[in-house]
């Protein structure tokens, strides 16, 4: 993964924030929205591409784009430090190979004592039945 690569096909948007903030919210487009296209992206291997595009299915559009959204600052600078920061995160997180699993059989002693439990609960019930002559 390459980031400088990266950070320079990221595409940024800046729109108007929703919620309480009076006039300074209707005037300024300080929410920040990040696109990434990870079929486009020159700064990932085949492999990394494929990761991503299984570990992020949930969070991808039909064209395969990431978008990310950060209006948590007043400051639009903010907003694009912030969203820029978590989608590093977020690759990062996703890029995680998962560690192989091996199987295991289980041990002779837990086998004989899931056995002997059998047997006892079984002796347990046939000794609720009434005796017959």
Excluded at 15 to 41: D, Y
Aim: glycine share 4%; hydrophobic share 30%.
């Amino acid at each position: 993964m390459n980031q400088e690569q990266i950070y320079n096909e990221l595409e940024f948007k800046a729109v108007r924030s929703s919620g309480a903030g009076g006039q300074h919210v209707n005037k300024v487009a300080t929410k920040v929205e990040l696109s990434f296209s990870i079929p486009n992206s020159l700064g990932l291997s085949d492999t990394e591409k494929e990761r991503l595009l299984k570990n992020l299915a949930n969070r991808l559009s039909k064209e395969h784009i990431l978008t990310l959204t950060s209006q948590e600052s007043r400051s639009q600078h903010r907003n694009k430090e912030l969203v820029t920061k978590r989608f590093f995160e977020l690759l990062k997180k996703a890029l995680i190979k998962p560690k192989p699993r091996r199987t295991t059989k289980p041990t002779k002693a837990s086998v004989k004592r899931r056995i002997e439990a059998k047997k006892q609960q079984s002796e347990k019930k046939e000794n609720r039945k009434k005796f017959r002559f």
